[in-house]
């Protein structure tokens, strides 16, 4: 029982140059997320999907696009990487977004956009 | 204004202190609140649900006050392994995460 794992865990963009982030969990869940987490702040909600072959924008989705095509995979996508895209990106999941559901996070992947 | 606010801290106290966090949020439909743990900006790990009845998990206490908005975070008798940053997150569909306050507890 891996719980979330994400790939790469480190990467270094050019500007422009596209790349996709893969979040990956075990747990059967429902509600997968995309943060990133800039020095000094919190994490901020890019996109998340409430159950597979969904998705919804959160609060910082611009330059970013994402799918969930099968329910144990959510998919980060920057399709023209700019520096200010420059930041720590955690994937979490859980069952639900109840008081109970937890969200479980992944180790982070650290990306520099140059 | 940002949705959930924390005072960013730092908060240096002496082992053995008792030291409070607290978040306010500003989406009154806000069904969910947590706080979490983060070191040194590894992933986020559940500290504990909060709950409208409050809650207590060993030495830690959380507190929910819908009329004012706000949760609280109570850490007794601080330990140095509790040194970290601490998050509040509100959900309301989507979930809202608080900027963090760092804890740092010295010997």
């Known amino acids: 029982n891996a719980g979330v794992t994400q790939t790469p865990k480190f990467r270094v963009l050019k500007t422009g140059q596209s790349m996709t982030l893969l979040c990956a969990q075990d747990?059967?869940?429902?509600?997968m997320y995309w943060y990133r987490q800039d020095p000094g702040m919190g994490l901020r909600l890019i996109h998340y999907s409430v159950g597979e072959g969904t998705t919804a924008k959160g609060e910082v989705p611009d330059g970013y696009n994402v799918s969930r095509l099968k329910k144990q995979n959510f998919l980060l996508g920057l399709e023209s990487a700019a520096p200010s895209q420059t930041s720590v990106y955690f994937c979490a999941s859980s069952w639900g977004a109840d008081s109970t559901d937890t969200q479980y996070f992944g180790p982070g992947t650290r990306l520099t956009v140059l | 204004r940002k949705e959930v606010e924390q005072d960013p801290g730092p908060f240096n106290v002496p082992e053995g202190a008792t030291v409070a966090f607290n978040c306010t949020y500003s989406?009154?439909?806000?069904?969910?609140f947590f706080w979490y743990r983060q070191d040194c900006r590894k992933e986020p790990k559940l500290l504990m649900s909060v709950y409208s009845s409050g809650n207590e998990d060993g030495r830690f206490t959380a507190q929910l006050n819908r009329a004012s908005q706000y949760i609280s975070l109570l850490i007794r008798d601080s330990k140095l392994s509790d040194s970290a940053t601490y998050l509040c997150?509100?959900?309301?569909?989507?979930?809202?995460f608080g900027d963090g306050t760092t804890l740092t507890v010295k010997p």
């Open positions: 997150v509100a959900i309301a569909g989507k979930s809202t």
């Open positions: 989406n009154s439909a806000s069904q969910s």
């Open positions: 747990m059967n869940h429902e509600y």
